[in-house]
């Protein structure tokens, strides 16, 4: 018998339609020397930039220090964006959720925990989101499996299993001086457990990066000949 396995790992930049500005008055009448206020207005519209690392299914080594990790690209966004967010989303199964620790490496070398000695005796993390609005329900301290949706970031710096990348920040912000880079999400177990009956493995994980730009816009001056009068006064 032969097995072929495929990962598929992939970046994926949206970027949509730059939204209308509109500006106020859009048009008028203007005497020489006198200045007028124009205001501009739009409305947010968001662009995405999307890495994923497909199924990956790597062990996690059982009461290990350096664990098990994955590292997605991020690239594309420009350097004036603004109203950054990154969302993050893994699946993990472990028999034992109170065991697995994760933790968010940013391109700048802040690293954030996501989760640790959450969900106690349930097992399984299903597609589970952390976004750096830090939206969302606290991380279940009781038995919980499967957990899934979307949840604010543990935030933890000592007591970790991580003998090296160990947490340094309580805050998503601390992330986002540099978006551009390497984006590496760190999986742990640890507890040391005399029978592994079921299989702890780190399943898979995508980031998102949503931005957007500052309206632009380039106003059209005519000039007038001798003898142009406003009727502005």
Same mark, same amino acid.
Do not use: C, M
């Given at each position: 018998f032969c097995f072929f396995f495929i990962f598929l790992s992939f970046t994926s930049i949206c970027q949509l339609t730059p939204p209308t500005v509109s500006v106020t008055p859009s048009a008028s009448t203007q005497c020489p020397g006198v200045v007028r206020s124009l205001t501009a207005t739009t409305a947010n519209t968001y662009s995405r930039v999307i890495a994923s690392s497909g199924a990956i299914s790597q062990n996690i080594p059982d009461d290990n220090g350096t664990g098990t990790s994955n590292t997605q690209n991020i690239s594309g966004v420009p350097a004036n964006a603004t109203n950054i967010e990154v969302r993050v989303r893994f699946s993990v199964t472990h028999p034992t959720n109170k065991q697995v620790?994760?933790?968010?490496?940013? /391109?700048?070398?802040?690293?954030?925990? %996501?989760?640790?000695?959450?969900?106690?005796?349930?097992?399984? !993390?299903?597609? @589970?989101?952390?976004?750096?609005?830090?939206?969302?329900?606290?991380?279940?301290?009781?038995?919980?499996?499967?957990? =899934?949706?979307? !949840?604010?970031?543990?935030?933890?710096?000592?007591? *970790?299993?991580? =003998?090296?990348?160990? /947490?340094? =920040?309580?805050?998503?912000?601390? %992330? %986002?001086?540099?978006?551009?880079?390497?984006? @590496?999400?760190?999986? !742990?177990?640890?507890?040391?457990? *005399? *029978?592994? *009956?079921? /299989?702890?493995?780190?399943e898979n994980w995508t980031i998102e990066v949503y931005y957007t730009l500052p309206p632009t816009w380039s106003p059209t001056t005519e000039s007038c000949g001798a003898g142009w009068i406003s009727d502005l006064g």
């Open positions: 620790e994760v933790n968010l490496q940013a /391109p700048n070398g802040q690293i954030l925990n %996501l989760t640790a000695d959450k969900g106690n005796n349930g097992n399984n !993390y299903v597609n @589970t989101e952390f976004h750096s609005t830090n939206i969302g329900s606290t991380l279940p301290n009781g038995n919980s499996s499967n957990i =899934t949706g979307v !949840y604010r970031a543990n935030a933890a710096t000592t007591g *970790l299993r991580a =003998t090296s990348n160990i /947490p340094n =920040t309580t805050s998503w912000a601390s %992330l %986002l001086g540099t978006i551009n880079g390497n984006w @590496t999400l760190r999986v !742990y177990d640890n507890t040391w457990n *005399l *029978l592994i *009956l079921s /299989p702890q493995r780190f």
